[in-house]
């Protein structure tokens, strides 16, 4: 999915071949020219660009520079935004979803909890975007959950948002558009209460009030003061 | 005595206490977790001067508690066995990552369904299977074991009466069946070929009979299909010329009446700045309803009386090359002795 290239921006053609042959849906660009490094990150919709977002990196530490053990790859990792452009600049949530779109790997029913290794954080502040790669550490706390600490260890990069060029809104609608089948069904009118009874309610439908049986009702009849309505049983003499 | 086991008591209590501080964290705004992508976003504000000042220690502290903050809460999902691991059951994720590629398109549905689904049938759940009185035993739905079983029922098949006595009933039923399957078998191909897209009518098409109109076109296609085009064929005798066709472009004389040249530069330049819409809506519409009568006249007709109703339905096709609009109905179109042009 990912696919990594070296060059200048005029490759364009040479990128939509690799594209369209490797049948890649997120890209990444790097170049450098003189005093000054980027990457473009970019992902495509049914073919086509849909966002592409120039970064330029300001500091990058590589993984050699970290001498400590690492991580297996292909390990999905958790990833934590902070600071005040992710939640407020249209934009900035936008990067932000292409970079949960990069780096959250597969989707998951189930986690292994004592599995989980990885950590990237997002640090959005001074005009700039800090990513640091941590490895999670595990210890025993009191309670079930663990106490967890970090250590660095993958690359380390300073970026600065430069030019963008995002989907408009109802293109980013119609590619986040799910297929009817996975949507889930919903079950109207059936509730469980918290017994655990499952109701429903029914229409009966409107009655006919003309159809009502009022006349020769016994529990209709009026008593009259004094009368027993009830005849009592009979008495064997009188028959 | 009681004041050493008090005090332990104690020191053991503060000590609990403590590790459950550990993974406690305090955040002035509830942090949204999207345990679906393991994300989640800090709503707190950053400590600026922290950054300048000592940026990795803050930054590995902040992500800490932002961690933290996440683990508790998948060590707050449902959990469950599978080999020997506990496995957390992680919920679908909030945030909507755009897709690869379109949402691909829904299966038409075949001739049944759509019946199915206006008279409101419903499929019904057929058991495997079924009590079968003379046999007294259970026999499969279908299946070879079916066929094994109908065998055996029909060991012996009754003769009517006005039936051929020669004639091998058991030949019959199978031959009935065969019919039956390859009943199924088109119909199942035909559900297909409605579905898939149609390819283009043909230029010629294969008929018992054909029109003028067809002819034409035959013997056009037939007169260029060489290596030349059809330039250096020879003509058989008593062979009419074949007339060219397509379209012309007729080009303007390079020095020609300027006025009327600059007359029709004006008129282009008007038409271009004009305010009127481009698009003649009342003459497209009328356009393309008279186009699906067309097809729908022609549908009905079953093709087999293809009286072409003069040009209307349009250039392009072969019309013996005068390029002249036919508007006017009339007697099937003779155009191919119209003479050379």
């Avoid at chain 1, 609608?173 to 889930?184: L, Y």
Wanted: proline share 4%; net charge positive.
């Amino acid at each position: 999915m990912q696919l990594f290239s070296s060059g200048i921006l005029s490759l364009g053609g040479c990128i939509m071949y690799l594209i369209l042959t490797g049948n890649v849906a997120l890209c990444i660009l790097n170049y450098h020219t003189h005093n000054n490094e980027a990457q473009i990150i970019g992902r495509l919709y049914d073919y086509h660009l849909l966002d592409m977002v120039e970064l330029g990196i300001d500091d990058c530490q590589l993984i050699e520079t970290f001498k400590n053990q690492k991580i297996a790859a292909g390990i999905k990792p958790c990833l934590l935004f902070a600071g005040e452009p992710f939640n407020s600049s249209s934009e900035y949530q936008r990067l932000k979803n292409l970079l949960v779109d990069f780096f959250r790997g597969e989707e998951i029913t189930g986690l292994r909890l004592a599995g989980l290794e990885h950590v990237i954080s997002f640090t959005a502040a001074e005009g700039k975007i800090f990513m640091r790669s941590y490895r999670i550490l595990t210890k025993k706390s009191g309670a079930k959950t663990p106490r967890v600490d970090l250590e660095e260890i993958g690359p380390r990069m300073d970026f600065s948002l430069r030019r963008t060029k995002l989907a408009s809104d109802d293109l980013f609608k119609t590619s986040c558009k799910k297929p009817r089948q996975i949507k889930p069904k919903t079950v109207k009118n059936i509730k469980k209460d918290a017994l655990g009874t499952t109701t429903g309610r029914i229409h009966l439908g409107k009655q006919d009030l003309s159809k009502l049986q009022v006349k020769r009702m016994k529990g209709l009849r009026k008593v009259k003061s004094g009368k027993k309505t009830s005849k009592g049983p009979k008495n064997p003499a009188s028959i | 005595m009681t004041d050493v086991i008090v005090s332990e008591v104690l020191q053991k209590l503060s000590e609990k206490e403590e590790l459950l501080q550990s993974i406690h964290v305090s955040k002035h705004l509830q942090p949204e977790v999207d345990l679906g992508n393991l994300l989640l976003n800090d709503l707190d504000e950053i400590d600026l001067g922290n950054i300048k000042t000592n940026k990795e220690e803050y930054l590995l502290s902040l992500s800490r508690d932002n961690l933290q903050y996440l683990v508790n809460k998948l060590y707050e999902l449902p959990t469950e066995r599978v080999d020997e691991v506990i496995v957390a059951k992680i919920p679908e994720p909030i945030l909507r990552i755009p897709r690869e590629k379109r949402v691909p398109k829904d299966k038409p549905l075949t001739k049944w369904e759509q019946y199915a689904k206006d008279k409101g049938i419903k499929k019904q759940k057929k058991s495997k299977l079924i009590w079968d009185e003379e046999l007294n035993r259970w026999v499969p739905r279908f299946g070879f074991k079916k066929a094994l079983a109908e065998k055996e029922k029909n060991w012996v098949m009754p003769v009517a009466k006005n039936v051929n006595p020669n004639e091998d009933q058991f030949a019959k039923a199978n031959r009935i069946k065969e019919e039956k399957v390859a009943k199924n078998e088109l119909k199942r191909l035909q559900n297909i070929a409605r579905n898939t897209k149609k390819a283009k009518k043909p230029v010629l098409e294969p008929a018992a009979k054909y029109n003028t109109d067809q002819l034409n076109r035959m013997v056009h296609v037939a007169h260029t299909a060489t290596a030349s085009m059809g330039k250096f064929q020879k003509k058989l005798k008593d062979e009419k010329t074949i007339p060219k066709t397509g379209k012309r472009s007729h080009f303007q004389p390079l020095i020609s009446d300027s006025a009327a040249e600059k007359s029709h530069n004006l008129e282009i330049l008007d038409r271009v700045q004009s305010k009127k819409p481009k698009l003649d809506i009342e003459k497209a519409v009328n356009r393309m309803t008279r186009a699906e009568e067309e097809e729908r006249h022609e549908h009905n007709k079953g093709g087999k009386k293809k009286k072409s109703k003069g040009g209307k339905k349009g250039k392009g096709k072969f019309r013996g090359g005068t390029g002249k609009k036919g508007k006017g109905k009339g007697a099937p179109v003779k155009k191919a002795g119209k003479g050379k042009r």
